[in-house]
């Protein structure tokens, strides 16, 4: 398939990296879920009030765990694919 689309199939290579998200502060990552993304914040949105704000506590708590310093320091996987161009 990657030949078809113009590419060397033979280059490509696939790791996974670990990186950090530098957050300012515990909330940071419920509100950019609620506000920025696509698919979890339509789940968020169709929650009661209530389930809202144990979703928000419990996500918040589970991020502290990852404080460093005057941040909160969270790993995440990032999956990298390079291909050549034939």
Avoid: C
Avoid at 13 to 32: A, G, I, K, N, Q
Avoid at 56 to 76: C, S, T
Wanted: net charge negative; no cysteine.
């Amino acid at each position: 398939m990657l030949e078809r689309a113009g590419f060397d199939g033979t280059s490509m290579s696939y790791e996974t990296r670990t990186v950090e998200w530098h957050l300012p502060h515990s909330d940071y990552y419920f509100e950019t879920e609620q506000n920025a993304g696509v698919r979890t914040a339509g789940i968020l949105l169709r929650q009661s009030p209530e389930t809202l704000e144990a979703i928000r506590v419990a996500i918040e708590n589970g991020i502290k765990q990852y404080a460093r310093d005057d941040k909160f320091v969270l790993p995440m996987a990032a999956n990298v694919v390079v291909v050549s161009k034939k």
